[in-house]
């Protein structure tokens, strides 16, 4: 019993670290790298140690010692000491689907995936260059990138690489000057007179509003009736002409920054679908429709003029244009589309209780009614349900308006009750929604404060030992003149995983 249990066991070294169990324990996932372990013929396949019998892995063995558990238990879970990256790497590499993690680890698996969407989003890779003036913008790390680093890489980043077209390089410099103000100094000069138009532009729209600069004038319109012309006088405000001027200086600096970024964006039809884009767009338009509505007298012209008047108000949306220079406000943005669920919950529970606490106010409020009222309201405030629609909305947000109040001993208490589950309402989802906070804030200063990293080495051939190495593959290397590059590939690939998050 005993010999044929020494005959059935292994011995795995994983970084420095022994592990032994059994090969029967291995085979519990077929499919799977350790699985292969166990076959008769794994040390013709795998850097295998004759002498002390044991195979050997250049990997994570911290990691490792969690994946051999799932081989004994059948349960996955995640150690809380290892980034998500490095953990979704190590389950690539032994070759088992992070599917299988456990529900209880699933969400603290999945977190690092939302992390890098975040960092990526907060400067996409322009916040790293604070330092230096004349950094080029990084790219985007799609698959097109990665094969292109890959190939300056295996080149020696030659000039004959670099050059491309003319449109393609003066593309790549006109677009981060408009949308990546950390690119260079002359797109921070960019983002500062954004800045200043966009504060401007507010400022003018508040102004706007006020007497002093609406003066009441007189208007005459001249009218012809049965063959009489007929004169008739009217009084309405107009905004002073120094203000529209400032608004138009605005708009022409606002519609060349828009013409300028959506000709030379990368990819048109992203552009036009981003919210900002549309903000853009919205905001300048009504002002030239009304620039050019203004000279005709028509009774259909006066109809548009006086609606587009009344939509100038989209201009106010131009505020969200400073999320492209305030961190802090994508920060904001992503922990309100982060706590969508939280806040739809917090909807619904704020409904439930108006409902309940509306229609109790209700029936509360009539007793000790006049028995002579026939609709016993006389009384109260509370007509009907639907007016409790407000109170309760203004009692469980605590706000007390007092334009509304119970008046009966049964009404104040159903109030105080109302108010109490208002409290606890609104207090439930708050937390998640300040962890979200603050989970994204502390994202948005490590991609400011994160240096950029500058060498990039040529990874070398697999060794023994390493995690690409296989014996059977690198013979293969001989035969086929493609293996080479794939075996490149993985290795960047996998450290340029790494590299960026």
Same mark, same amino acid.
């Given at each position: 019993?005993?010999?044929?249990?020494?005959?059935?066991?292994?011995?795995?070294?994983?970084?420095?670290?022994?592990?032994?169990?059994? *090969?029967?324990?291995? *085979?519990?996932?077929?499919?799977?790298?350790?699985?292969?372990?166990?076959?008769?013929?794994?040390?013709?396949?795998?850097?295998?140690?004759?002498?002390?019998?044991?195979?050997? +892995?250049?990997?994570?063995?911290?990691?490792?010692?969690?994946?051999?558990?799932?081989?004994? !238990?059948?349960?996955?879970?995640?150690?809380?000491?290892?980034?998500?990256?490095?953990?979704?790497?190590?389950?690539?590499?032994?070759?088992?689907?992070?599917?299988?993690?456990?529900?209880?680890?699933?969400? %603290?698996?999945? $977190?690092?995936?939302?992390?890098?969407?975040?960092?990526?989003?907060?400067?996409?890779?322009?916040? #790293?260059?604070?330092?230096?003036?004349?950094?080029?913008?990084? $790219?985007?790390?799609?698959?097109?990138?990665?094969?292109?680093? !890959? *190939?300056?890489?295996?080149?020696?980043? =030659?000039?004959?690489?670099?050059?491309?077209?003319?449109?393609?390089?003066?593309?790549?410099?006109?677009?981060?000057?408009?949308?990546?103000?950390?690119?260079?100094?002359?797109?921070?000069?960019?983002?500062?007179?954004?800045?200043? +138009?966009?504060?401007?532009?507010? &400022?003018?729209?508040?102004?706007? &509003?006020?007497?002093?600069?609406?003066?009441?004038?007189?208007? %005459?319109?001249?009218?012809?009736?049965?063959?009489?012309?007929?004169?008739? %006088?009217?009084?309405?405000?107009?905004?002073?002409?120094?203000?529209?001027?400032?608004?138009?200086?605005?708009?022409?600096?606002?519609?060349?920054?828009? #013409?300028?970024?959506?000709?030379?964006?990368?990819?048109?039809?992203?552009?036009?679908?981003?919210?900002?884009?549309?903000?853009?767009?919205?905001?300048? #338009?009504?002002?030239?429709?009304?620039?050019?509505? =203004?000279?005709? =007298?028509?009774?259909?012209?006066?109809?548009?003029?006086?609606?587009?008047?009344?939509?100038?108000?989209?201009?106010?949306?131009?505020?969200?244009?400073?999320?492209?220079? +305030?961190?802090?406000?994508?920060?904001?943005?992503?922990?309100? *589309?982060?706590? %969508?669920?939280?806040?739809?919950?917090?909807?619904?529970? #704020?409904?439930?209780?108006?409902?309940?606490?509306?229609?109790?106010?209700?029936?509360?409020?009539?007793?000790?009614?006049?028995?002579?009222?026939?609709?016993?309201?006389?009384?109260?405030?509370?007509?009907?349900?639907?007016?409790?629609?407000?109170?309760?909305?203004?009692?469980?947000?605590?706000?007390?308006?007092?334009?509304?109040?119970? $008046? !009966? !001993?049964?009404?104040?208490?159903?109030?105080?009750?109302?108010?109490?589950?208002?409290?606890?309402?609104?207090?439930?989802?708050?937390?998640?929604?300040?962890?979200?906070?603050?989970?994204?804030?502390?994202?948005?200063?490590?991609?400011?404060?994160?240096?950029?990293?500058?060498?990039?080495?040529?990874?070398?051939?697999? $060794?023994?030992? =390493?995690?690409?190495?296989?014996?059977?593959?690198?013979?293969?290397?001989?035969?086929?003149?493609?293996?080479?590059?794939?075996?490149?590939?993985?290795?960047?690939?996998?450290?340029?995983?790494?590299?960026?998050?």
């Amino acid at each position: 019993m005993g010999l044929s249990d020494d005959k059935d066991r292994i011995v795995i070294n994983v970084g420095g670290i022994r592990h032994q169990t059994y *090969r029967s324990t291995l *085979r519990t996932l077929p499919g799977t790298r350790l699985s292969w372990l166990a076959e008769p013929d794994a040390p013709n396949h795998f850097d295998y140690d004759a002498k002390i019998e044991e195979f050997f +892995f250049d990997r994570h063995p911290g990691v490792f010692a969690h994946i051999l558990n799932y081989y004994r !238990t059948g349960k996955l879970h995640c150690p809380a000491d290892v980034c998500g990256p490095l953990y979704e790497e190590e389950l690539a590499f032994w070759g088992i689907d992070e599917t299988d993690v456990e529900p209880c680890c699933w969400m %603290t698996y999945r $977190q690092h995936r939302e992390a890098e969407e975040a960092l990526d989003s907060f400067g996409g890779g322009g916040l #790293l260059d604070l330092g230096n003036d004349d950094a080029e913008p990084e $790219q985007e790390h799609g698959e097109d990138d990665v094969d292109e680093m !890959t *190939r300056r890489l295996a080149h020696g980043d =030659s000039p004959d690489v670099r050059s491309g077209t003319l449109w393609s390089r003066w593309q790549k410099h006109v677009w981060a000057l408009f949308e990546d103000p950390y690119s260079s100094k002359y797109a921070r000069w960019v983002a500062l007179a954004s800045l200043f +138009f966009i504060l401007v532009s507010i &400022t003018t729209f508040c102004l706007e &509003t006020h007497e002093s600069f609406n003066p009441i004038i007189n208007r %005459t319109e001249v009218e012809l009736v049965d063959n009489v012309t007929v004169e008739h %006088t009217y009084q309405e405000p107009e905004t002073a002409a120094y203000l529209t001027y400032i608004e138009g200086v605005c708009v022409v600096w606002f519609t060349f920054e828009f #013409l300028m970024r959506i000709t030379f964006c990368p990819n048109k039809f992203d552009f036009i679908r981003n919210a900002l884009n549309i903000i853009d767009f919205v905001a300048i #338009l009504p002002f030239y429709l009304e620039v050019g509505l =203004s000279g005709l =007298s028509s009774k259909a012209a006066k109809d548009v003029l006086g609606f587009l008047r009344v939509v100038r108000f989209v201009r106010i949306l131009r505020i969200f244009k400073l999320t492209r220079h +305030f961190v802090g406000l994508r920060v904001l943005g992503h922990t309100l *589309r982060a706590s %969508t669920n939280e806040f739809l919950l917090l909807i619904i529970f #704020l409904a439930l209780g108006v409902l309940i606490f509306a229609t109790m106010i209700y029936y509360a409020e009539r007793i000790g009614a006049n028995p002579n009222d026939p609709r016993a309201s006389e009384h109260t405030q509370f007509k009907n349900i639907p007016i409790g629609f407000w109170w309760a909305v203004v009692t469980m947000t605590t706000l007390g308006y007092g334009d509304m109040y119970p $008046q !009966t !001993t049964s009404g104040m208490l159903v109030g105080a009750l109302c108010a109490l589950a208002g409290v606890l309402t609104i207090a439930m989802p708050v937390p998640v929604i300040v962890n979200n906070f603050g989970m994204y804030y502390s994202l948005a200063m490590a991609k400011q404060k994160l240096p950029k990293k500058k060498n990039r080495h040529i990874p070398r051939a697999p $060794q023994p030992g =390493s995690p690409n190495f296989c014996k059977s593959s690198i013979s293969s290397q001989h035969q086929s003149p493609v293996a080479h590059d794939d075996v490149f590939e993985i290795n960047y690939k996998a450290g340029m995983s790494i590299f960026f998050f």
